[in-house]
Structures are given as structure tokens and as C-alpha cells.
């Protein structure tokens, strides 16, 4: 997967700050250009695990939903070889059905045949670990748990590209290292892996590469050590700041 100079903005209505209202008790609002994505360039490799760093307003689950074509870069290009999977907590499933019903519908939503889900299912459910849970609806589970099935779904469709949108936050001790060395095997047979978490430790544990997004640019990539200390560093010094405080025009 290569992505070279790619750009994306878009427009947010804003209300006006009180002091720069005509009246302090009127209610204005302005449309606000905001870029998300800043001549973004990095590239991964089959069999290679990159974790991208950031904080909030980062760009990073901008830059995950912009590689699955969920949303139109501005400008540049992104080049994959492969088919991409978002695994994200609640993509594709259903709150209301069981963890079960959950699993066929997560697999279908992911592009497994209904052939593929069921075959797969019970191995799904072995290594979610969600006890007599699987059969209850998933409004009922911890973050943790949903987290776990999400995993353990997105896991088994075999993508050639796997994205992780911080789905393991929430998760054990016990269960992150039965999923960092899943995410070891997947690199193993050539998949290529990017994962989004905030935490450092986790995707030290996954990825063996990092890349530090900062309102929307890349600040530095490299070694996974050398790019998360970097990044502990920076926050550190209270320095980080949110996206939406960097635009390019109000209108």
C-alpha cells in the first residue's frame, strides 16, 4: 500500500465565539475549511505492521476511512494492493441481535460468502472468549467484550489489508496478547496491518514501524521505539493540540 501526497479537507458549520459576536446574546455561526489530511506520505508493505501515533483531530480515522474509499481525498493518491478491511467497535453490526447473529452479519458486511461465515463461526466464537454472552444481545456486553467479537470477526476474514481503528482499547491483558500475536500470524502470510490506538505499549506490541500524524501532516515516521518515545515526548510537554484548530479559511 503506497499513499503519496494526499490532501483532504472539508467544510463545518461553527457557531461564532461570544466575543466576536455584534451582541453577546445573539447566536451567529460561520463555515469553517478545515484540513483533515495534509500531504499525507508514507507506504506499507506486505507482511508489515505500522501503528499511525496521534492525538484527538489527528487525522487518523480520516486517513483509515479515506484508504477504504469511505471518504473523496482532495488531492493525491492512495494505491493498494489488496482488498482492505476497517475493523472498527460496531462496524457492520447490529446492537440489538446477539453476539452470534452478529458474527454472520459482521462476516457478510465484510465480504465473506455465507458459506465462508458459517464455516468460520465457531472459530470466531472460540477466540472472542465471550462465554454464554454469544448468545445474548450485544447491548448487554463491555466495551471490552464488543471489542473482543469485533476482533475476533474482523480477524478471520483473511484481508489482505487489516485496519485497526482503536478496537483493543478496551480490551484485557490476556486478550491484547492473543491478538497482538494473531496480528503477528496475519503478518506472517503476508497482510499487511495499520493500527490506530492510543495506546503506546499496545502498538509497540503489534507494529514494528510508526507514523506520528500531527493536525494532519506527518511529523515523523520510522522505527516504532523511536517514533513512540518521540510522540510520549511531545505529550509530555502538553504541546498537543486538536485539528479543528488548524483551518484554512473561515467563510
Given at each position: 500500500?503506497?499513499?503519496?501526497?494526499?490532501?483532504?479537507?472539508?467544510?463545518a458549520?461553527?457557531?461564532?465565539?461570544?466575543?466576536?459576536?455584534?451582541?453577546?446574546?445573539?447566536?451567529?455561526?460561520?463555515?469553517?475549511?478545515?484540513?483533515?489530511?495534509?500531504?499525507?506520505?508514507?507506504?506499507?508493505?506486505?507482511?508489515?505492521?505500522?501503528?499511525?501515533?496521534?492525538?484527538?483531530?489527528?487525522?487518523?480515522?480520516?486517513?483509515?476511512?479515506?484508504?477504504?474509499?469511505?471518504?473523496?481525498?482532495?488531492?493525491?493518491?492512495?494505491?493498494?494492493?489488496?482488498?482492505?478491511?476497517?475493523?472498527?467497535?460496531?462496524?457492520?453490526?447490529?446492537?440489538?441481535?446477539?453476539?452470534?447473529?452478529?458474527?454472520?452479519?459482521?462476516?457478510?458486511?465484510?465480504?465473506?460468502?455465507?458459506?465462508?461465515?458459517k464455516?468460520?463461526?465457531?472459530?470466531?466464537?472460540?477466540?472472542?472468549?465471550?462465554?454464554?454472552?454469544?448468545?445474548?444481545?450485544?447491548?448487554?456486553?463491555?466495551?471490552g467484550?464488543?471489542?473482543?467479537?469485533?476482533?475476533?470477526?474482523?480477524?478471520h476474514?483473511?484481508?489482505?489489508?487489516?485496519?485497526?481503528?482503536?478496537?483493543?482499547?478496551?480490551?484485557?491483558?490476556?486478550?491484547?496478547?492473543?491478538?497482538?500475536?494473531?496480528?503477528?500470524?496475519?503478518?506472517?502470510?503476508?497482510?499487511?496491518?495499520?493500527?490506530?490506538?492510543?495506546?503506546?505499549?499496545?502498538?509497540?506490541?503489534?507494529?514494528?514501524?510508526?507514523?506520528?500524524?500531527?493536525?494532519?501532516?506527518?511529523?515523523?515516521?520510522?522505527?516504532?521505539?523511536?517514533?513512540?518515545?518521540?510522540?510520549?515526548?511531545?505529550?509530555?510537554?502538553?504541546?498537543?493540540?486538536?485539528q479543528?484548530?488548524?483551518?484554512?479559511?473561515?467563510?
Amino acid at each position: 500500500m503506497r499513499i503519496e501526497n494526499l490532501s483532504l479537507a472539508y467544510s463545518a458549520v461553527v457557531e461564532v465565539p461570544r466575543d466576536e459576536r455584534p451582541f453577546p446574546w445573539s447566536r451567529r455561526t460561520k463555515k469553517r475549511e478545515i484540513q483533515a489530511l495534509d500531504n499525507v506520505n508514507f507506504s506499507v508493505g506486505a507482511g508489515k505492521a505500522v501503528a499511525l501515533l496521534g492525538g484527538n483531530g489527528a487525522g487518523k480515522s480520516t486517513l483509515m476511512k479515506t484508504i477504504i474509499g469511505a471518504l473523496k481525498p482532495s488531492a493525491g493518491r492512495i494505491d493498494l494492493w489488496g482488498r482492505p478491511h476497517l475493523l472498527a467497535p460496531g462496524l457492520g453490526f447490529n446492537r440489538k441481535l446477539s453476539g452470534r447473529e452478529n458474527v454472520i452479519l459482521g462476516g457478510l458486511a465484510a465480504g465473506m460468502t455465507l458459506e465462508e461465515v458459517k464455516d468460520k463461526a465457531e472459530s470466531i466464537i472460540d477466540f472472542a472468549d465471550i462465554g454464554g454472552f454469544i448468545e445474548m444481545p450485544t447491548t448487554t456486553y463491555s466495551s471490552g467484550m464488543f471489542g473482543r467479537l469485533a476482533f475476533a470477526v474482523a480477524t478471520h476474514v483473511d484481508p489482505d489489508i487489516l485496519l485497526i481503528d482503536e478496537a483493543l482499547s478496551a480490551g484485557d491483558a490476556a486478550f491484547k496478547e492473543r491478538a497482538v500475536n494473531r496480528v503477528q500470524e496475519m503478518c506472517s502470510a503476508a497482510r499487511t496491518i495499520i493500527v490506530v490506538s492510543h495506546s503506546t505499549a499496545l502498538v509497540s506490541e503489534m507494529a514494528t514501524e510508526g507514523v506520528w500524524l500531527h493536525q494532519g501532516h506527518v511529523r515523523m515516521q520510522g522505527d516504532i521505539d523511536e517514533v513512540s518515545e518521540a510522540y510520549l515526548k511531545f505529550q509530555a510537554e502538553g504541546t498537543e493540540t486538536a485539528q479543528l484548530d488548524r483551518t484554512i479559511a473561515d467563510r
